[in-house]
């Protein structure tokens, strides 16, 4: 039986600009299951962030999605490449929202200040479900409120977005995100423009909402905490590309690409040394992309002739874990 929701294939968003292109997406291949959790991770730049927006086609000018697919299995029989939509069309704008809501990184930007909250939950609600009444789709807010846990949310739903504290706007956005019941729910970066001790309270209740809602979610961070909370399935991304992925457990009990590697050193821990170590180097402009393993000029293990030369290949280490170096090249031929 597929247990399929998403399925991306090859996927390459560039953006043309004056200086060159960037990669920011180049071709990369995932899927995410039914009710699974897939967490994308990587330092600023890698891509995170473009991927989860080209899912639903809402990147950024100039951004332009130029090969792949993502295959939305709507239902048993109708798969939809989201790929192939006019990004300003009716079935794309139908499926943002319904099918798939996003969480963005910043509920500011993404929250209207001249707005009550309750008006733009309302709003959201109505988009897709021009069958409800105001006051239907009202207590449907009401409720949604009350699901991420508002207080009053009687009260709280004629409140403006400045009105509420940074952890209370965050659930509005989560609240929006969900008014429609989507299959998919996409949450970049959720705990960074909130502080520390509400981080858990949020992953907690996007675990619970999960499981209330039946959903899927794609969750991107560069916090491996907030990865191990949460994900089933994990994503490194690096310079666009898929370095490593694998089951929570693979990357986090048996890492293999020397970028998570040296990411998993760089995570506070209670038992480490003073001094957390730090990924040495830089991530190379976008302009200036290395010849060879985009990683190399950072990776301890290089081969000199080799890394700096030639792209790695992808290999399956394991079954379901896949690495993107040569340093597994003869792993793979003793496998075969
Ligand atoms: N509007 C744009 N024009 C040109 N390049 C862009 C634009 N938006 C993003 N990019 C580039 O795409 C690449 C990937 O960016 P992306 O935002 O996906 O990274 P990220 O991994 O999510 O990082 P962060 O954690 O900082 O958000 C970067 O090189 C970025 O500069």
Redesign the pocket.
Known sequence: MNNKLLEVKNLKTY?E?DQGT?K??DGINFFIEKQKTVGIV??????????A?SIIQI?????KIIDGEVLFYKNEKEIIDLAKLDPKGKIIREIRGKEIGYIF?EPMTALSPIHTVGSQIIEAIRIHNSMLTKKEARKKAITLLKNVGIPSPEKKINDYTFQLSGGMRQRVMIAMALSCNPKLLIA??PTTAIDVTLQAQIIKLLKDLQKKYEMSILI?T?DLAVIAEMADEVIV?YL?KIVESGTVFDIFDNPKHPYTKALLKSIPNKTSKKYLDTIKGMVPD?FSIPNGCEFEPRCEFSIKGKCNKYKPPIIEIKKGQFVRCFLYEKACEENE
């Not at 990587?42 to 991927?51: A, D």
């Not at 990147?59 to 951004?63: K, L, N, Q």
């Open positions: 953006f600009t960037v920011a997406v990587g330092e600023s730049g890698s891509g995170k962030t473009v991927t927006q990147m950024p000018w100039p951004g990184q970049d970066e991107i560069h991304m666009g976008a």
